[in-house]
């Protein structure tokens, strides 16, 4: 009999109390079913983190990240702020952005042509009059921010549960040690040095 995902998430991992271990089966690794279900019910409702404010040195500056599944494009726009955005275009789904980082004033998405700014706002549109007038004059067809993406101490975070808790309040008391981390560096924090990856 095979076992439901509620039910193999139970046998995934096997703690002895009195030893004061446990241990995790090997195929939780694996288990495309778990996977999904942990992207679902965990890492779609928490807040993740995306990047830290030092590697968007300047306006323009953008990084591309695959986070719990999903890519999105980390970038600080030509005002300053920093945006993250999902990386597909609202035409046709089509992925926006290639590049792993770089700095760039305008996103053009290869399938049909169409160009955003580092705000997010449309730029160029293929073959515009094909299109009803003002068909953009709510910015439908805008890139798409992620639904939450909040910063604390320079370390910003997204969550893609438009109704989650606020960042602060799900950090909670991690707050302080994130404070004293940050506070430690007396010239600031800065990333250094390119990701070290594996899959």
Known sequence: MELSVRDRVKT???????????????SSYVD?????????SIFSKCWLYVGHESELSGP???????????????????????????NICPHRGAQICRERDGNTKA????????????????????????YATGFNTDGRNNMVPVPNFEQFRGFWFLNFDPGAVSL????GDARIYIDR????????????GNPQEYS
Request: with cysteine; net charge negative.
């Open 32 to 40: 495309r079913e778990l996977y999904s279900a942990e992207l679902k």
């Open 107 to 130: 996103f053009q998405c290869l399938y049909h042509g169409w160009s955003f700014d580092t705000n997010g706002g449309v730029l160029h549109v293929a073959e515009e009059d094909t």
């Open 168 to 171: 602060g309040e799900y950090l």
């Open 12 to 26: 995934a991992i096997q703690i002895d109390a009195d030893r004061r271990t446990f241990r995790t089966a090997r």
């Open 181 to 192: 981390v940050v506070d430690q560096a007396e010239l600031g924090m800065e990333i250094v």
């Open 60 to 86: 323009n500056d953008f990084k591309t990240r695959t986070i719990a599944g999903r890519s999105v494009i980390f970038v600080r726009d030509n005002h300053g702020q920093v945006r993250c955005f999902l």
